[in-house]
């Protein structure tokens, strides 16, 4: 990732990618499997398909539960955006609209196997991070920038828990 500068209001976004000797075919059961990530992420605790949803369609809504050594415990509800089997799968974090962030993963066929890529927005409405950038707003450039860290992490970590769990299973 490379750092620009941004801050919070610029919707700053993070990515990263792993190839995966697995058909896109056999990694869209993984990642879009809702209930797979938090047992992948160290802030996502649990999730729960809402309104009777069962699966990953656009519009149809999660709840997901998280903490976070600095922020605490909090609930969020997410939408699907973007949901085409096997290529892509995104949420939107709050009102769709005007998220406090959005996810997606994209799935892309490459030789015998599949480049996964995980990607990650900040903004534009507020998250838990606000608050922290409201008490010290001289300090926003580097409260995003930390933030965007932890999520890169946290994206490195799935992508290779997802490998792992992919890899193993063919």
Known sequence: MEWTGQVYADTPTVSAEA?????PEHLWGLVS???LMPRLSTELRQVEWLDGATGPRPGNRFLGRSTHPALGDWETASTVVDCEEPHRFAWAVGDPARPASVWRFTLRPEGSGTVLEQWAQMGPDRSGLSAAIDAMPDKEQKIVFVRLREFEAGIKANLAAVKAL???EM
């Open 33 to 35: 499997d809702i209930h």
């Open 19 to 23: 190839y995966i000797d697995a058909p």
């Open 166 to 168: 992919a890899e193993r």
